[in-house]
């Protein structure tokens, strides 16, 4: 499931799915006890356990004067990337 909120939906609607999770038919709990059971088990101030996968784009630099190019936004060029390629490959 992607969402608490699906989940709790899902326990309600589906018997074999409440069964398989410990809980009686009819008797399943609402989506704050799922927020809450999950914040309890991580005991974690992070919202999430790993870091990102891609950091956050940068603001692109302005031109410095009137008619000039802005500088490359690019931070590594195609020869850097198979260069990198065959150290791990």
């Excluded at 790993?50 to 008619?67: A, D, L, M």
Aim: hydrophobic share 30%.
């Amino acid at each position: 499931m992607t969402s608490y909120t699906k989940w709790a939906s899902d326990l309600k609607e589906n018997h074999l799915h409440a069964i398989l999770s410990g809980f009686q038919v009819g008797d399943t709990p609402g989506v704050g006890t799922f927020y809450d059971f999950f914040s309890r088990l991580w005991l974690s101030d992070k919202n999430n356990i790993t870091e990102p996968i891609h950091p956050p784009k940068e603001e692109p630099q302005k031109p410095k004067g009137n008619e000039q190019k802005a500088p490359p936004v690019e931070k590594f060029t195609v020869k850097d990337l198979f260069l990198q390629f065959e150290e791990h490959a």
